[in-house]
């Protein structure tokens, strides 16, 4: 039978529900690490007495900016120009550039007995006007950075087609005043983590919950000094990343640089809540400005023309790939091929922006999922019919800046979605409302989840940059006692990846799915990772399962080849499967077979029986799994960018209230395409993950600053996420169109994050639009709306020639 499309209980959970899991912070250290934030967002350090915390009894070490000079080198850094030129350590050194950035470190007995001590270190601040927009902050009135010379990490302009003449024959044009997309993020159950130590012969060894390590080993070697291969990295279960964790490097370089000073005592941090939310990274803020789109007399947009302005915060870190890595969902699942935007980054100072589920993406989907809905409320077409219009239809479809969709139906989706949710039924409801003059509106948000990044992208950021195309690892050996053993280079944080790669093995060879092993997290020591080896941008399914799949073939071959050597068969003759002593290889229609341990056994205690022919047979076996990329045209900014294109697509119900000015859900559906399915429940699962946090972001989930830099949001008191109390139910559609580019035919998935901002601000829109209101912000919380219904915005927001 195939293993591959069946909803298997998760092999994980066995272990997770009963509490066996192995969190970083799980594990015992020698000593404890507390982090002294800055309360400022801009000052001058002027001076560190750190003597009273010295001297308190079980004080192992103190940390500055001092120390960080004497033993570590600044983290490389991917911006061009001017930028590159940010000095990026683990503490400050003269200056904080953000509320919450590390200014000195202590390491201690008990993680209480460290935080007493670092309330007793002494910094003498100077405080500097901070600049928080970014619009602003591209004044260069106000640095961040005082020795590059200016807030603006990069700018670029994506132009395709032609927009002047598409323009000049458009039937309308429709002029879209300032949007912007709001700061959040999406708040896994475990904070950041790791325990370091510096051990006598020089390595450094990380237990951590870094979501890409192969990444994280490349900036942490050079920024501590250290050859790559004295970086020993290994984690084990982690409890979600949704991209956040992907910076937590500088952490772990604290941590380690805190073991040295000790004399190689092992370090843990462990991340509060109140310091993820405050300092360990947001969510990308975007800005929209002087959009224009032009349409023809049906309603189908021929051009836009926009200029957007991103906020990375005070360090650009995984900055400015978010610049480029935006324009792989460029025209979102539309079909207009005359495109024009100008975009630009800006420092400022707040936290500094990581990836985030939908990281980057998510902003420009939403953008042009909001022109979308703007102009069809304005030229008075029905929302499903003016996507309807609009979609794209033929795949693959090559878009105007040279992605390469893969697959997909957004029509038959959208469908399938209004069939899910009784689309007329709530019709006939809203009409009905709105007579009675209460607010009820229906949106639909389509959203794209581009996964397998082609990290040539990057060179059109920066042509410097030393990145192109995409790789994963995998290991596969048959073990002494026959055991089929898996090892993957992924590193997972929820997603499932031991289940789903041992359906695909099961399928291979034969088996079922409970005889195949796949080890549990990561380690550097296994060998199993290239440089972009990590759990991020929605490749898992791609990448990870297609370097499981040709290391299965690899070890196939040779069982065959092994097999047929001591059963005096043909190769073709033998097939795979389960016997009366297990997984065995046979010869097709008689009773000869060798099982699996029969032929371990060969290769590892009894190889003097083989002949020359099977020398290069180990029944251990690695295979690296490279996507088919090419380096992208940098000046014309032009190439794929990524490899698989899954989708999805939502529809909300809301209503109002006009006292409390709370959105209410009344029904909400979402249907997705992932080509083909590997585990079907893990699949439903990820779009009911995503779709939480699409509607915590979109009603209740915001990073708040006060104009002295302050952040209002950092506890779960003032940044309210979203619980199982606050989500709607959610009826789950999917429809499958196999990807031509990956051997399955799978997309990867899990960033769906983006639809539910897209639907609710959709839905808002189709009830407040009749009151004057044009939604133009991606947060549409209680007192947003309240501000809205006071004061509503359709003169100045938008107008139509």
Known sequence: MSWVGKSL???????????????????????????????????????????????????????TGQDVLEHCDPFMELAPGEAAEIKDYPLARDKVVYQGEPVAAVAAETAALAMDAGQLIDVDYEMLEPVLDAAEALKDEVLVHDNIGTNRTWQGVFEYGDVDQAFAEAAHVVRIGPMHFHRYSSTPLENNACIAEWTRQGTVEFLCNNSFPGFAQQLLAPGLRLPV????????????????????????????LASKKAGGLRVKWSETRSEHLLASGHGNERSYYDTEVALDKDGVITAIKSRHIDDCGAYTRY???????????????????????????????KCPVVPNRGY??????????????????????????????????????????????????????????????????????????????RYVGIGIGTTLDSGTNNFGQAQIMNPQLPFSGNSEACIIRLDFDGNVVVTLGTGPSGQGHETAASQVVADELNIDPAMVQVRTGFDTAWNTYVGHSGTYASQFA???????????????????KLAAFVLEAAEEDLEFGVGEQGPEVRVKGTDQFMNYWALANLVNNNNAVLDESLADVTLNVRHVYRPPFKVPDVERK????????????????????????????????????CGTVIN??????????ATAHGIGAAIMESFDYDEGGNLLTSTFSDYCPITSMNIPDVVYGNIQNPSPFSYSGAKGMG???????????????????????????????????????????????????
């Open 9 to 63: 209980r998760r092999k994980e959970d066995d272990r997770l529900i009963r509490g066996k899991g192995l969190f970083t912070d799980d594990e015992p250290a020698d000593l404890h690490l507390y982090i002294l934030r800055s309360p400022y967002a801009h000052a001058r350090i002027r001076g560190i007495d750190t003597s009273a915390a010295e001297a308190l009894p079980g004080v192992a070490c103190v940390l």
């Open 229 to 256: 291969e004295k970086v020993h990295i290994r984690a084990y279960d982690v409890g979600g990343s949704f991209g956040n964790k992907i910076w937590n490097y500088v952490y772990m370089a604290l941590a380690a």
């Open 319 to 349: 900055e400015p790939l978010g610049c480029v890595i935006w324009s792989q969902v460029l025209p979102a699942t539309y079909k207009l091929r005359n495109i024009r935007i100008d975009f630009s980054q800006a420092l400022t100072n």
């Open 360 to 437: 980057s993406r998510m902003q420009q989907l939403w953008f042009m999922e909001r022109v979308v809905d703007i102009c069809a409320h304005e030229l008075g077409i029905p929302a499903d019919e003016m996507r309807l219009r609009n979609y794209i239809r033929d795949f693959p479809y090559e878009t105007p800046n040279g992605c390469v969709y893969d697959s997909g139906d957004y029509p038959a989706m959208l469908a399938k979605a209004k069939e899910l949710i009784d689309w007329d039924k709530w019709v006939a409801y809203r009409d009905q409302a709105r007579a009675e003059g």
């Open 542 to 560: 791609v990448t990870g399962l297609s370097a499981v799949h040709g290391a299965c073939q690899k070890l196939k071959a040779e069982m065959r």
């Open 638 to 673: 032009f190439g794929n960018l990524t490899l698989t294109y899954a989708s999805q697509l939502h529809i909300a119900v809301v209503e109002i209230d006009p006292d409390t000015c709370h959105a209410k859900i009344l029904a909400y559906a979402a249907v997705d395409d």
């Open 680 to 689: 079907p429940q893990i699949a439903h699962g990820q779009v009911h993950g």
């Open 751 to 801: 960033e769906g994050g983006g639809a539910p901002l897209h639907t609710m601000s959709a839905a808002v829109q189709d009830a407040l639009h009749g009151a004057g209101i044009i939604i133009t912000d991606s947060f549409v919380s209680p007192p947003a709306l309240h501000r809205m219904l006071q004061a509503p915005n359709r003169e100045q927001a938008v107008s139509v020639d």
